[in-house]
């Protein structure tokens, strides 16, 4: 346990019904607002990048919780090879986990979730998902290539026509980092991305393969895109938002480039510590709402 001026940072062990241990965080405010925020990774994505995020969401009276999906950072077994992991146990097993937790831990606080990239779309593989009274999501989309910009197009169609499926098969997961895409990732989480990627359907056809629950969620949606995230386009969001979860009530905002100090976002760095100011656009609408 860290202790810090304004809040403290517990570690803690969840198992998943598939005996997965999941390393979470859990930042725990000194004065606490009643009001729970789950971060759901990005694909590949370390929690720690989510530190300071979640710091600063603790210094406003939240208790914050990152974690780390099976396969990932803290969360990644002695040997990756075939290990049994994919996008859609993310979303059955380990979020599930959370959501669990968190009934069972902050059964009266007001609760949201926030999805960063694949961290919106296992939203509909948990039935538990409803409990939350609204959701942010940050970067992400329908990612189907035909919903990309030309050039990164041709980047995923090589990437992940070519390049992935056969790293993949030879080392028995993606190696993701050797592409400057994140952590490395088990086999079937990096079938599953080229799936998002290459199938017209994306999210959904990941939905079909498992019991669906996106069209029930009725919650407001905050819906946020970086002006820079080179591999966002406004089709793909609201592809996600019309086609995957139409029932989400969203509101939308455009975070350009001149409202960052360092002149940089991305898919990732909105939620690095130079873009601290940005993070008051999602406390005042969870403050507010």
């Avoid at 991305?266 to 510590?273: D, K, L, P, V």
């Amino acid at each position: 346990m860290k202790w810090t001026f304004y809040c403290f940072m517990e570690k803690i062990i969840l198992k998943t019904e598939d005996n997965v241990d999941l390393v979470v965080h859990i930042f725990i405010p000194k004065r606490s607002n009643h009001r729970v925020l789950l971060i759901n990774s990005a694909t590949g994505v370390k929690q720690q990048i989510y530190f300071s995020f979640a710091h600063f969401f603790a210094e406003h009276g939240f208790t914050v919780i990152t974690y780390d999906y099976a396969g990932i950072g803290l969360s990644k077994p002695l040997k990756m090879k075939n290990f049994k992991a994919s996008m859609r146990t993310w979303g059955t097993k380990d979020f599930k986990t959370l959501t669990h937790y968190i009934q069972e831990n902050f059964p009266t606080y007001k609760k949201y979730c926030l999805g960063h990239s694949v961290g919106a779309l296992i939203l509909g593989m948990n039935r538990d998902t409803k409990i939350f009274d609204e959701f942010v999501f940050v970067g992400t989309q329908n990612a189907f290539v035909g919903n990309l910009r030309w050039r990164t197009k041709v980047e995923a169609f090589l990437g992940f026509g070519v390049a992935q499926p056969l790293f993949t098969e030879l080392f028995g997961y993606f190696p993701a980092n050797w592409f400057g895409l994140g952590e490395s990732l088990p086999k079937n989480c990096a079938y599953d991305w080229r799936t998002l990627i290459l199938n017209r359907k994306s999210t959904n056809r990941l939905l079909d393969q498992i019991e669906d629950y996106s069209k029930r969620l009725t919650q407001k949606v905050f819906v946020i895109r970086a002006e820079d995230d080179v591999w966002l386009t406004e089709k793909g969001v609201k592809s996600l938002l019309e086609e995957t979860y139409p029932n989400l009530k969203p509101t939308y905002r455009i975070v350009k480039i001149s409202e960052s100090e360092k002149g940089e976002i991305g898919h990732i760095n909105f939620f690095r510590s130079y873009n601290r100011k940005l993070w008051d656009i999602i406390l005042e609408e969870l403050v507010n709402e």
